[in-house]
């Protein structure tokens, strides 16, 4: 089992539209998690992180944890082409060194069309 | 200003040259990453400084050399290049400390391998 999954996608959604992006993982340990947009060629971008249980908004975006089920997810308002990307959920797992250590999701791939 | 700098973006070289990648942050962090992301845009960490200090070395070929010169400089020497080593090389920087501890990424080195 993968630290943390996502579905590859591609997730395609016209535009205006919800997009609702999951990941699951599966230390209980973890403490933080993060999504970041990766557009194609570019570096990954933080969009948002959380640390408790519930829905966390930004603007368009809104991160959801779930602690109990191990599940995280993202979830885009009135989607825009230009959200079209691929967005890389990443959880934080603090070591018994005292130090951070982030693993990442395999990413999925969101398509707005217009 | 940047926040995160990599030199150089891109490098194509042979098989069996060394090479090394640079990376600057100016964000005042105090810990510093190496990530590859390969074809299947899988990003996974490789090593991690916290002030010059190594605190993460993941299962990673010793061809890999990270140095540390300072906690605002990262560096990572490949010796004898292989093929399966072409990918992209992201460093990344952070504040070590509970909900303070975003990642942020520079912007890449594409490292071709001839």
């Known amino acids: 089992q993968k630290e943390v999954e996502q579905n590859s996608g591609p997730l395609s959604v016209p535009e205006g539209a919800i997009a609702s992006l999951n990941c699951t993982y599966s230390d209980r340990g973890s403490q933080s998690f993060f999504w970041y947009r990766q557009y194609s060629g570019k570096s990954p971008e933080l969009i948002m992180f959380?640390?408790?249980?519930g829905d966390k908004e930004d603007g368009r975006f809104t991160a959801q944890l779930n602690k109990a089920s191990q599940y995280v997810s993202l979830l885009i308002r009135d989607s825009q082409p230009s959200d079209s990307a691929t967005y890389l959920c990443?959880?934080?797992?603090?070591?018994?060194?005292?130090?951070?250590?982030?693993?990442f999701g395999t990413g999925t791939r969101l398509l707005v069309s217009p | 200003d940047t926040a995160v700098s990599q030199t150089p973006k891109y490098l194509v070289t042979q098989m069996g040259n060394d090479k090394s990648i640079k990376c600057e942050q100016n964000?005042?962090?105090?810990?510093m990453y190496w990530y590859k992301q390969d074809s299947k845009k899988f990003l996974k960490i490789m090593f991690s400084?916290?002030?010059?200090?190594?605190?993460i070395n993941e299962t990673v070929p010793n061809r890999f050399s990270p140095k540390s010169p300072d906690k605002a400089h990262l560096n990572l020497h490949i010796n004898s290049l292989e093929l399966g080593d072409s990918a992209v090389y992201f460093c990344a920087s952070s504040q070590q400390g509970r909900n303070q501890e975003t990642q942020y990424f520079g912007p890449g080195t594409r490292l071709l391998v001839l």
């Open positions: 959380i640390y408790s249980n």
């Open positions: 964000l005042g962090h105090d810990t």
């Open positions: 400084y916290n002030n010059k200090e190594l605190i």
């Open positions: 990443a959880v934080n797992r603090w070591r018994n060194t005292g130090f951070q250590k982030l693993v």
